[in-house]
């Protein structure tokens, strides 16, 4: 793997213009993203979600960022989401996080996290699940990413929403 890529991960509660954001991003600075392993893997789903679909969903998120960066010909991608979902999900819905998960978090690291704000509408989705906890699971990810230290930046706004995320990755990228 290729240590000087830059990962740039969106992360954020249901409905907040994760996917949209990495894509717009990956194509406006014309290079890969990672989407959202999960996604795939619960459409696939015929019975409810259990613990162990969370780790095969932390290790498909896992396999699919490792793809990417194996192909990455420029020096910065974007993740749309990371395993902290599995954390995140797992915490709330079943009361735990496997170990395999938590050992992990501090070993896969992003330079910058770009939270996205609930102030879009809900959007329904077959997919989401909690539209009425938004506010709940923005604080949930605030403080998941302050327990890793991380850089991140609050990305709102409806209309400039891709302007902020861009502003907010050149201001990072001109950092030394």
Known sequence: MNKQIKKIAIVGPESTGKSTITKQL??????????????????????????????????GQVALEESVLAIAEKDLIFCDTTFITVKIWSDEVFGETPQLVLDALPNYTYDLYLLMDIDLPWQEDPLRDFPHKREHFMQVWHQELKNLNANYIVINGQEERLNNAISSVESFLRKP
Not at 50 to 58: H, K
């Open 26 to 59: 990956a194509k406006h600075y014309k290079t890969l993203w990672v989407p959202e392993y999960a996604r795939y893997y619960c459409a696939a789903l015929t019975e409810p979600c259990n613990l162990q679909d969370e780790i095969n969903m932390y290790h």
